[in-house]
């Protein structure tokens, strides 16, 4: 089942990393009692992510915290090395906390997978954008074609905030 606005974010350990190396953190953890913009690429380095969805959060991300946002978070289904490097590479500074979820088990938790396996991409999250308040999906922004950046994209974000 896929959640929706109004559901609760389900218990799950992801990983980011910090200066102690890739560090376990928890959905409750992360987004309990914040307001949070988390997105979701179906791959680091990938084109679309890399070109298009990460680079828009990134130039807009000094307007979406100043409309109440706590965090903003990019999630993928790759490990915290990767994601702390592509961060790295994209100048997301400490503006956009880049978060893996390497075996997939939010992702899957959540419903919003995608058979990459055709690519030889394997399990990986579908692109999306949601707006969570205090763990809670208040806004959900599915994709309707993961090769395109529209509904979960920074700009359509900032309306709704």
């Not at 307007?63 to 090395?81: A, M, P, T, Y």
């Amino acid at each position: 089942m896929t959640i929706k606005e109004g559901d609760k974010l389900p218990e799950v350990t992801l990983h980011h990393m910090t200066e102690n190396g890739p560090t376990p953190i928890t959905t409750s953890e992360l987004f309990g009692g914040k307001k949070s913009v988390l997105f979701a690429v179906p791959g680091a380095f990938t084109p679309g992510c890399s070109m298009q969805h990460l680079p828009g959060f990134v130039n807009n991300s000094d307007e979406i915290l100043s409309k109440g946002v706590d965090q903003i978070v990019c999630l993928s289904v790759n490990d915290s090395f990767v994601m702390d490097a592509w961060g790295k590479d994209k100048g997301t500074g400490d503006k956009i906390l880049m978060l893996g979820d390497g075996n997939g088990d939010f992702t899957e938790a959540t419903g919003l997978t995608m058979d990459g396996s055709g690519f030889g991409l394997g399990s990986r999250s579908l692109r999306y954008s949601m707006i969570v308040d205090d763990n809670s999906v208040t806004k959900l922004n599915l994709e309707s074609n993961p090769g395109e950046i529209a509904e979960s994209s920074a700009e359509n974000i900032l309306e709704q905030l």
